[in-house]
């Protein structure tokens, strides 16, 4: 589906990302991990086609993305920015709409068939009622998750998206959450996702890329990759990752900066 050849990429003199490798196949939800400005975004960008990589080759499908244009990029994968950017003046259902353009010839309405893609996003992502609402009035998570229904309503194979959950409540992380998993269940899609969250990627990753400085530093199962001293080493953090009953995957319980600390027992102390 995508892959990533000894990919390097640097603004101006400051490099960022250094001979990373990743490969994603179909059906395969993929984690992007790492401390911040250890280059996620950055790759996210390189693979959605909005930087250019200054060496390594990026494949779509065996196609070189940088030979094809951007309609075509578009209707092959799509790409939830970190931060979008702010909308004036266009309610839900037409920020919703815009995820059909790739798909339209120029001067040419939207068919039923666009409607209908538009209304099961804004449906899948609980969305209807705030349909005729201004997508600048709305609350951070509605707004977060009327971006989250375009990017549905595009409709490609490859999915990409930058921190999915944040400014998210706990159940609508939840929710979306689950999307990513019934994108890659009911849809066969690949989705490449940014988390902040080691849980989060516990929860729905197939395999995990944990970035350190503009490299790969571990990939793998998550279960392979999110060990204490990994943690340690691209996070410094200490964190715990416990097996708890009821729970299908295990869980990473930071435990603080020092190792042997914990701070609720000392205050009780
Ligand atoms: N437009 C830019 N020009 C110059 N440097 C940039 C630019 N965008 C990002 N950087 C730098 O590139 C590095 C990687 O940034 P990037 O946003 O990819 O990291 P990240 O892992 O996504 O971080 P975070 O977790 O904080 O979102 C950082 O040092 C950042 O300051």
Redesign the pocket.
Known sequence: MLEVHQLDFA??K?R??HQIDLQAQPGEVIS?L????????????NLAGLLKPDAGTITLRGDPLKKLGRREIARQLSFLP?GQEPVQHMNVWELVARGRSPHQRAGWMMNSQDRETVQWALDYMALSHLAHRNVADLSGGERQRAWIAMVLAQDTQLVLL??PVTYLDIKHQWDVLEVIQDLKDSFHKTVIT?F?DLNHAMAVSDRVYL?RQ?EVFAQGPPETVITHSAMHDAYGIHAQVCRVQHCCHPVVVPAGIKPGKCRRNKAAG
């Open positions: 603004y101006g400051k960022v990302l992007l790492g401390p911040n400005g250890s280059g996620k975004s950055t790759l996210l960008r970190q930058d921190e940014v902040h970035l503009g």
